[in-house]
């Protein structure tokens, strides 16, 4: 991939993604095929001659090691003098945010500064590739989603070339350029995010992408919601309108059966011609309460089985 490309693996729990990312590193042998670099068949280069920066997701800090001491441990092992390893500590700490920390112990840290201190350890030794394998994933929230768009300001700013692992959507997409969907020990499809979320080219990608309208069409045909089409298909959320106003052309009428506030406005589930639904809706409807649905069928993506 080029320099300076996020390249984010996601898939399901068993889908291949970390085991990838330990044969790139070496630390596993492929047992077919090769791992090239640059056009170099680097398969049986050592993990340590590779140049390439792993990071996991329990961070492997040294607790009995000061902040500083893990940020330069791998630049002693590369053999750098002490004032040069003072100096690129001092400077990695501060693009991280944590400035000042080097003499701080890694026991008095919160999650998120020991996922910085990790940080800035994997980029010391200016690795040719980072790789990460979820190392936000046992964060809250809120704090994953702000150090995801921290580590991707840096990443950019430095011209990082890194291999992202995740099994969650929103983090990929706010992390990578792109995107490869893995299953079963192989990548389905590549992409960057706003092309897979517009077309994700299977049931299975749109699915774990996190559509949920991913359905067999034929009640909705058959009804006139729906013009004449097979196989399976994703209906966008936004392409279903949800009201209470009477029926028209390319109208029927359905049932709410759920109803979820998402910060701004609500999204209904409803019941109509025997298949469930989710579209924006324009206020809390009641549960049970009878409503008017249509879809826009020119946003209906065939995506297979």
Request: no cysteine.
């Given at each position: 991939m080029p320099t300076g490309t996020v390249l984010a693996l996601m898939g399901p729990s068993g889908s291949g993604k970390s085991s990838a990312l330990r044969i790139i590193a070496g630390l596993d042998r492929p047992d077919r095929g090769t791992v090239s670099w640059d056009g170099e068949d680097i398969t049986d280069t050592p993990p340590h001659r590779r140049r390439?920066?792993?990071?996991?997701?329990?961070?492997?800090?040294?607790?009995?090691?000061?902040?500083?001491?893990?940020?330069?441990?791998?630049?002693?092992?590369?053999?750098?003098?002490?004032?040069?390893?003072?100096?690129?500590?001092?400077?990695?700490?501060?693009?991280?945010?944590?400035?000042?920390?080097?003499?701080?112990?890694?026991?008095?840290?919160?999650?998120?500064?020991?996922?910085?201190?990790?940080?800035?350890?994997?980029?010391?030794?200016?690795?040719?590739?980072?790789?990460?394998?979820?190392?936000?994933?046992?964060?809250?929230?809120?704090?994953?989603d702000r150090l995801a768009i921290e580590t991707r300001t840096l990443f950019t700013t430095l011209g990082v070339t890194a291999v992202y692992v995740t099994h969650d959507r929103e983090e990929a997409f706010a992390m990578a350029d792109r995107v490869?969907?893995?299953?079963?020990?192989?990548?389905?499809?590549?992409?960057?995010?706003?092309?897979?979320?517009?077309?994700?080219?299977?049931?299975?990608?749109?699915?774990?992408?996190?559509?949920?309208?991913?359905?067999?069409?034929?009640?909705?045909?058959?009804?006139?919601?729906?013009?004449?089409?097979?196989?399976?298909?994703?209906?966008?959320?936004?392409?279903?309108?949800?009201?209470g106003e009477g029926e028209g052309e390319g109208e029927g009428p359905g049932r709410v059966t759920a109803v979820v506030y998402r910060g701004g406005h609500w999204d209904a589930t409803v019941a109509v011609d025997g298949v469930e639904l989710v579209g924006a809706a324009p206020a809390p409807l009641l549960l049970g309460a009878p409503v008017t649905v249509r879809i826009d069928a020119g946003a209906v993506v065939p995506v297979g089985a």
């Open positions: 390439f920066g792993l990071m996991f997701q329990d961070y492997a800090l040294f607790p009995h090691r000061t902040v500083g001491e893990n940020v330069g441990f791998g630049l002693r092992m590369n053999g750098w003098d002490p004032a040069r390893i003072r100096a690129r500590v001092d400077e990695m700490l501060a693009l991280v945010g944590l400035a000042g920390f080097a003499a701080r112990r890694i026991q008095g840290l919160s999650g998120g500064e020991q996922q910085r201190v990790a940080l800035a350890r994997t980029l010391a030794p200016s690795p040719r590739l980072v790789m990460l394998d979820e190392p936000l994933g046992s964060l809250d929230r809120e704090l994953r490869a969907i893995m299953r079963t020990g192989r990548v389905l499809t590549v992409g960057t995010p706003q092309q897979l979320w517009e077309d994700p080219g299977s049931a299975f990608v749109a699915r774990l992408l996190g559509h949920p309208n991913v359905i067999d069409p034929t009640a909705l045909v058959a009804s006139g919601l729906l013009p004449e089409m097979a196989g399976t298909v994703l209906i966008p959320v936004s392409a279903v309108s949800i009201d």
